[in-house]
């Protein structure tokens, strides 16, 4: 199964970018990025056409990436910028792949495709979300051992939260019966409602519930955009009331998966909160309680589905698909649909960068 | 080189399985035992039809096991008991395979070829060794990263004990040009008769043969059935005096091998005893000096033997033969005979499970 | 790319091969070698024929290797001299590959083509650099993940001093202008002289030089013999002075490059110095010097090349030269013409070692 190209994903937290170029492999691309003099960060196929060194291996030379080992320079655009030997020259051939690389919000954001259909504008906007100063974040980032679809089926199926994440996230086994689920599709987006009413407080909010043990409605909305990007909303409201995307105690979460190879996601999430707001302890409590459930609960099973599966062509398999599967097979199909545009709108030749031999 | 199908396999100590399903892999699947309330032991294949969880790490729900991330509940049998979502009806395609499994002696035996053909008296009796209280026993298992046809090489073929237990099973040397060695076949078992007259008592018997330094006769009786259980009298008696299974000083030991895969092999082994009935610490004493010549002395050696063949088909490497191989290699040729009989039986489809698909 | 066979291959620093057989990789072979009593080296082929036991397990008897399995020995021209089982009689096909070795200064060197074709005069000698009680030495040696050549790209074209050892080998960027570099080839041996004018003395030679500031010339001749050998005189002399192979303060360095595998490569280094004679502390500040530069730069760098490369046919590859590159492209060329020649010369059936059964 190949990977949607002409989309934008996720290279990583902006903070995590400074003086050092930084290596990452998406789509199983080597790409390294760094930043401009002027904070503008670049990102750069992570191979030098001289010597095959990795870039990221040397170090930012104002506009420049210079190669660690032979010492070539390689500006924003892939152009070679400078050859300290013999007469200076620069060779024709030398050139990187170049990718276009947009910082929004929190997020870098690359577009692995072809240059010429990348609109900045179309990269995941999350400024409503965390753009509130009153609304402080606790985010993380992890490696999984899964294709990204296997976790996209994970975060758009969330009955599993009352067997996986019992007594964490979830009051468990009581919500099963209970649990109502709608699926919609808005243009390319696939939305999941999960709705458990009349219920005791989720143990990870009861404390942004003020600890009060009256029963609650919670509400569960999913929105998957292509390829990877889901933006969540989470929390309870008091039995009768508005459940609306503002309302009650919630949380708005980011979770945006990015390919590292076939069988491997780079994870990172995102998580504002609407209550607690001054209370540090508060905020690093939320983090623990999702970090824990992730990588001691998601993340093992995750794997071990993968590992299960064998393939990454979950329908091979012929599943026995039950009602909550319906969104993720939604997401599914649409993505196998771009693919197919992908494919179909493809030049001759693929979208490759080839150095060619510079006569000597 | 395919494995043998329809046979009973060791899928671990009894004692091993408790309240929590256990996992195990044979002969390449993964397999899921539990314990019924009853206490009778269950294996299931070891993946959900719905989304490829392994069951293994759900839990028992009285006498089903529960998938751990989406709740569908699975009978002994494989069906399908419980589905906690929608209308609650069970999809036709939610079943797992279920397979024979029996309990005898301290080993649980599983059949994995065509239920049909398991008959639950075929599964290895070792009650006439093992369910005598007068005779106390020690045992383990140890996981070996080669195919078990290679260990039961080395088990068949004991003139390896001069030169790698030597001074540990084994006086070493001297006992070369004087090892008799015997073969014979009676229907599908193999047994092998290693004599060594006139010897010191062997290290690890000594102190059995309570530090007498005269010099006695070493007798080794190992009974191979396929696929690869071998039952074993190891023992010493004075020169002159018969050398029955009874007679002596001895050991009746069991040496149960299950591939894992088609380069790993798990490999249990229990051993009774005659002497030092009431003594723990020579139990203690008897285990370290097993456990020691397998884990320092056997095991690195067939590692390595696997490393260098390269491959598990034995013969296409034309190996030089000598009279110790004569065992070994009729139990290859058992196991051959079993194989090709197995494959020209076999149904046109082959005996896998493989879930439909549910229409929704 | 299949390896040149008709070579003689460092298998390692004669001291290390003592009463213990010594297991080694070489072209992709498993070889051990083991000391006859008069102290003669011997390799052999290390796989038992009659179970494929890796002799290095065993022990050395007398002028034979006896395998630690089942007891058979085998002499330095690799036929069988015992079999302890049976009638004492020696299988026609019990005989392991025997390969030609030479010890020669501090290396053992070995043969792994055709025997007929060895010379021992051919094999490399050093003694003109190392044979001098007056030049002390130190040495080491490493694991790469890397195929030889990419290690051999390294060390003939040191323009990567500048960047990659800017600050330990070298002064840096300073020099990257100022390098002169010129290639010759004499036979298959292909020359690459490196010269740094008018600097400032290489921080690993500063104290050498008395910790004198002034600026000095530096040179480097690296002479490559196939496969992957290479003798290097470095150096600094003062300004005007001659530049010959025993001017000014210098090392004397042997860099030897033996294929494990085809991405492995084994490098022995030795360094011969004609400075700082009675000061162990000195000696030892070399090998820190060295060591460094080497785990720490290098071989990271030509790890990461090999990684990013994806395969060992740089050529395919399509690379942008540079002019520094002339020197290990002609060795990749003799390289190629040699492999040529060899493939071209080959008998019908290739020089490998397989034992014929023995009818039981």
Not at 4 to 9: C, M
Not at 49 to 59: E, M, N, T
Not at 254 to 282: G, M, V
Request: glycine share 8%; charged share 25%; aromatic share 8%.
């Amino acid at each position: 199964m190949s990977f949607l190209k002409n989309q934008w994903y996720c290279a990583g937290f902006g903070h995590d970018l400074a003086e050092r170029p930084l290596a990452v492999r998406i789509l199983d691309e080597p790409i390294v990025l760094y930043r401009l003099p002027d904070g503008r960060p670049a990102a750069l196929h992570d191979r030098c056409p001289h010597r095959f060194a990795p870039l990221s291996r040397g170090k930012v030379c104002g506009e420049s990436l210079q190669c660690g080992y032979h010492g070539l320079e390689f500006g924003a655009d892939g152009s070679c910028t400078s050859n300290p030997w013999g007469d200076h020259a620069i060779p024709k051939a030398a050139r990187v792949r170049s990718y276009p690389l947009v910082e929004r919000d929190m997020f870098l954001w690359i577009w692995m495709g072809d240059p010429a259909l990348a609109r900045e504008e179309e990269a995941l906007d999350l400024g409503t979300f965390f753009n509130r100063p009153q609304h402080p974040v606790v985010y993380d980032s992890y490696k999984l051992e899964a294709n990204y679809e296997v976790v996209v089926d994970n975060l758009l199926d969330l009955s599993h939260g009352i067997y996986l994440h019992g007594g964490t996230l979830t009051n468990g086994k009581e919500g099963a019966g209970k649990m109502r689920v709608e699926m919609k599709q808005e243009g390319d987006t696939v939305i999941a409602l999960h709705r458990r009413d009349n219920e005791l407080p989720a143990p990870f909010l009861s404390k942004a519930w003020g600890g009060r043990t009256e029963r609650v409605n919670h509400r569960s909305d999913m929105h998957w955009h292509p390829a990877g990007n889901l933006v969540h909303v989470v929390g309870i409201t008091e039995i009768g009331q508005p459940q609306g995307r503002d309302d009650g105690v919630y949380l708005h979460v980011a979770h945006i998966l990015t390919p590292i190879s076939e069988r491997q996601t780079h994870y990172h999430w995102i998580a504002a909160r609407n209550f607690a707001l001054d209370d540090a302890e508060a905020g690093k409590a939320l983090h623990a309680a999702i970090h824990r459930a992730f990588t001691q609960e998601d993340e093992p099973m995750i794997a071990a589905v993968q590992e299960r599966m064998g393939t990454t062509d979950l329908m091979a398999l012929r599943p026995v698909l039950l009602p909550g599967d319906a969104a993720a097979l939604r997401a599914r199909r649409i993505t196998d649909q771009l693919r197919k545009r992908e494919l179909d709108a493809a030049p001759v030749a693929p979208v490759t960068f080839r150095a060619a031999v510079t006569p000597t």
